[in-house]
């Protein structure tokens, strides 16, 4: 039943074809032995034909010949007959079969196209194809169903984000507007801060879109780990030192080259170190390393700061989830730069952690890439 289970439709349609041959051969054998011999005797006691043996030869042989021809006859005709009875109900119940199958199907898709993305359909066991199709079809709900929770978690995210800055801008401009506060510097200050913060969660959920669907728009090339290592330290180098943290590269020499988008990797290497900056206090360190991994090559950033409680490690890289000590609004990130990391990782083919041994023990993200082939 495996076997057959796993053979293509055009496989089990050529069983079932041969099977009904099968059929249609055997009934007719079976028509033809039963009713034939009991036909012919019946015409030949029948029809006055008992003392045929007493005749002469030639006309002997002509009336048996002419007796045989009608039974004969008779018994074909009720062999086909049968025959192709059972092979109309066959192919009913193979028709209904197919047909049931993709009912079911065709049922899922309405439920999903009427926004019910937890459909799904199981395997019919009509062949390979069928099953893979329906494997295909679950996959797909699901990730609709995934799309559509990103969706709304997004929209309450972003509405949550959006609510601090627009409330304290309007409160501001009303004061004014009544005369109850003054335009002072401090206040032209915090109002340009608040703008900013509207401004880089703009810049960043475009950027976490972008990233999101960068797989077909790569512009890989060959390059090597520790060099991509020493461009981030390099772009990053200022902010380390108006933050107090050193900023290092340890890394081995040596390693395979890697086939990636430069300006996407330098993105995600920029991304995780503004992160290590944030959460690493004056005096700490940030260290960039490389090594080789069984996937390919390894690049890491390690730093000395606030770490990340183990609740949290498996959702560090959705979008706008912060913690309350490792991740929070005050040290300035919108909750979407570890998202953007991960979306660009996996359009690379690669994957990307996180690990810390709690709070107060700093945290390290791995990046995960193919190596290229020598």
């Known amino acids: 039943m495996d076997w057959l ?45 008992g003392d045929m043996m007493g005749r002469a030869g030639d006309t002997q042989a002509q009336e048996l010949d002419e007796v045989f021809r009608e039974a004969s006859g008779t018994a074909l005709a009720v062999a086909l007959l049968i025959a192709a009875v059972l092979a109309v109900v066959l192919s009913l119940l193979l028709a209904r079969r197919v047909a049931r199958s993709l009912g079911k ?34 996959r797909m709900s699901a990730r ?23 409330a304290t801008l309007t409160g501001y401009l009303e004061a004014l507007e009544d005369g109850v506060a003054e335009l002072t510097p401090e206040t032209v200050a915090m109002l340009r ?50 933050a107090g943290v050193a900023l290092e590269v340890s890394a081995a ?9 430069p300006e996407r990797i330098a993105q995600v290497l920029g991304n995780l170190v503004d992160n290590a900056l944030r959460h ?14 069984d996937a390919g090559v390894a690049l890491v950033v390690a730093d000395t700061g606030v770490g990340i409680a183990p609740e949290h490690l498996p959702h560090v890289f959705e979008r706008f989830y912060r913690a309350d000590t490792a991740r929070d609004r005050a040290s300035g990130g919108s909750g979407v730069g570890l998202s953007i990391v991960a979306a660009l990782v996996a359009a690379h083919g690669g994957s990307v952690r996180a690990d810390s041994g709690g ?3 700093g945290a390290t993200f791995t990046v995960t890439l193919p190596a290229t082939p020598v």
């Open 253 to 261: 020499e040596g390693l395979p080259a890697v086939d990636i988008d």
């Open 105 to 138: 199907l065709q049922d899922a898709a309405h439920r999903v196209s009427d926004g019910d993305y937890a459909s799904r359909v199981d395997a019919p066991g009509m062949g390979r194809e069928f099953d893979e199709l329906a494997e295909s079809f679950n």
């Open 144 to 166: 609709l169903e995934e799309s559509e929770q990103l969706r709304q978690r997004m929209i309450g995210d972003v509405a949550h984000e959006l609510r601090t800055p627009i």
């Open 5 to 49: 289970r796993a053979r293509g439709l055009a496989t089990r349609m050529m069983l079932s074809f041969s099977l009904l041959i099968a059929v249609i051969g055997v009934t007719v054998w079976l028509v033809a032995r039963l009713i034939g011999p009991a036909d012919f005797s019946r015409r030949m006691m029948g029809g006055g034909r």
């Open 193 to 242: 801060a608040q703008g900013a913060r509207l401004t880089r969660l703009s810049e960043d959920l475009s950027a976490a879109s972008r990233a999101e669907g960068s797989a077909a728009r790569l512009e890989r090339e060959r390059r090597d780990p520790v060099d991509l290592l020493r461009l981030a330290q390099a772009a990053a180098r200022e902010r380390a030192a108006e």
């Open 359 to 361: 709070v107060g023990r």
């Open 280 to 293: 690493t206090p004056a005096g700490g360190t940030v260290t960039l390393g490389a090594r080789r991994d």
